[in-house]
């Protein structure tokens, strides 16, 4: 009998708490998160887990969100028209607020990645579809600095996240809600709340002031940073100098200026991810290399757009510096669409690189190829000997970006590439192998 009357009681007792609002439902509880930002470049401190789950939302917040950065539909279920000064002459859908909490931290001036972490990165978190805003003012009187949707949207992981430069004493609030799929449904559960301290490079917007990353090549392998690529809240400036002819979108958005000297041996450059910390979409990456400064005629060594490739495929350049020269990076954002709208991706990223010292034109003896060039158009050639050849171009990080196989003559015309350097692989049925360098300018 006991057992009987405890359970009922056990689980109305449970579902009564559960239904409860979180103690920071309301801006005046928000929770003070200013102890735990972390203190060097590139360190993350993580909060406890929260939830959403019982919270209301705040109506008022939504005709003030920036950028129209939100794409669920208010509670009614039908998307708000309203004129958006971001997007130009168009109306865009103005997102719901449904079930928020509320966090406070104090500005010291440094800048960071403030993310939330939900189920598909955290074991812990419930939480599958998480929007944030960052604030500034008073619970009476707010400003909207910056507001996320989806970081990761596209790869099924719906987390929010945005780079802020803070104000020295300044108190900002963050909100969490979750994504409302319908117009009953709304996203709600655990998640935690990561700060990752990255450097400025506001400072760096001018190829006349790059900042020097030439320690990253004091090893053969390495990466520096993170770095903070934003427009507005990051103080990039757009500057349409140079624009690299890869390009596709043809504008540059908001670039950041790196100089290096160069080194001995085959390099690769390219922005990665710092443990987890990235920019929003590594495809979404412009890069252009120079050789010399901005005094002088700048010669254009590489650029890659990013635009192709599986998704996250980070932007990369290859190529053989010379030790005597200055070279000049430049990354970019590049502008995409998305549900008539125009973006330009935002975040953090570090920059590796890896330098491989010696490399020969020619790799094996067994199976000499010989590449030659007419016009615009590189032509390998080996021995009618081998019979029938397979071919495999890779890029510089191994990736393969074009094959042909059974080829019976004795010579074949690579495709089209971006400047950079590329290793051709050939082998016959014999056992045979070979590799030849093939450099793009």
Known sequence: MPKTILLPIFLLTFFTLSAQKPENDDCSAAVDLTDILPNAIGQTSTSKLYTNVGSTGETWLYPALKNCGWYDKDFTGEAIKCFCPECGEKSCDYPSVDQTVWFKFTGDGDDYHVRVRGSSVDPNATMTNSQMSILTGSCENFKIETASDDEWGWWNMFNSGRTLSTKKGVEYYIVVDGHRIDSVTVREGSFRLTFTKITSIKDYDDCDNPLSITELFSKRE???????????????????????????????????????????????????????????????????LYEGDCSSDLKLVGCNDGATGWPNTWANLSFSPDPSKKYLLRVDSREFYFQGM????????????????????????????????????????????????????????????????????????????????????????????????????
């Open 342 to 441: 125009t973006f330009y991706p935002e975040g953090s990223y570090c920059i590796s690189a890896s330098t491989t010292g010696g490399l020969q034109e020619t790799f094996s003896s067994k199976f000499n190829l010989n590449l030659i060039t007419k016009g615009s158009t590189k032509i390998v050639q080996w021995d009618e000997s081998h019979g029938e050849v397979n071919l495999q171009l890779l890029d510089a990080i191994g990736r393969t970006i074009w094959s042909s196989f059974n080829i019976q003559a004795n010579s074949a015309q690579l495709p089209t590439l971006i400047p950079g350097n590329y290793i051709l692989s050939a082998y016959d049925k014999k056992g045979n192998r070979g590799k030849v360098l093939v450099p793009i300018n």
């Open 222 to 288: 390495n990466s520096i940073g993170p770095f903070h690529h934003s427009g507005e809240n990051g103080g990039l400036n757009p500057d349409e100098q140079n624009v690299a002819p890869c390009w596709t979108d043809n504008s540059e958005n908001f670039s950041a200026w790196y100089s290096f000297e160069g080194v001995n041996g085959f390099t690769t450059i390219k922005p990665t991810d710092c443990n987890g910390v990235s920019f929003f979409g590594g495809n979404m990456i412009q890069m252009a």
